[in-house]
């Protein structure tokens, strides 16, 4: 059994690269494209929304995994950028400042900046890696 995810780990790396990925890229619709809608969305040109741009550009480059080494090193860095600028001047505690997404997110872009997007990414196919499901 456990040789079975050993074989599945590459796999669940592009598995966890996209999931993630979806969902920072859905913040950026939300703050750029006003998809899905919300009541508030930030002024054009504010930090929040430079922050929305990246995360809908380097958020579709992570979900699709093209160039997804330096895309996942950027939305690291902006979201330790978030926290700090955001988050921790509400308070030390993530789950009382509401930073844990930020930390969440900030670890698992560095994680996929070290380890690379897995088989099933536009890089591996560009590298001639095909994603053979066996």
């Known amino acids: 059994m456990l040789q079975n995810l050993d074989r599945s ?10 999931v993630s990925a979806l969902v920072l890229f859905s913040y950026g619709t939300q703050k750029i494209l006003h998809f899905p809608f919300a009541e508030k969305v930030p002024a054009v040109g504010t930090l929040p929304w430079i922050a929305g ?4 550009i380097l958020g579709f480059c992570v979900l699709i995994g093209f160039k997804t080494r330096p895309a996942a090193f950027i939305l690291s860095g ?7 600028i955001g988050h921790f001047p509400r308070g030390f505690y993530p789950a009382q400042n509401g930073g844990v997404a930020s930390i969440l997110f900030c ?3 560095l994680y996929i900046f070290a380890a690379g ?12 890696k095909q994603a053979a499901f066996a």
């Open 9 to 18: 780990q590459p796999y669940l790396l592009s598995l966890l690269r996209a």
């Open 107 to 109: 670890f698992i872009f």
């Open 78 to 84: 902006l979201m330790a950028f978030a926290y700090f």
């Open 117 to 128: 997007p897995g088989p099933v990414s536009v890089d591996a196919k560009m590298k001639g």
């Open 53 to 56: 741009l990246f995360e809908l």
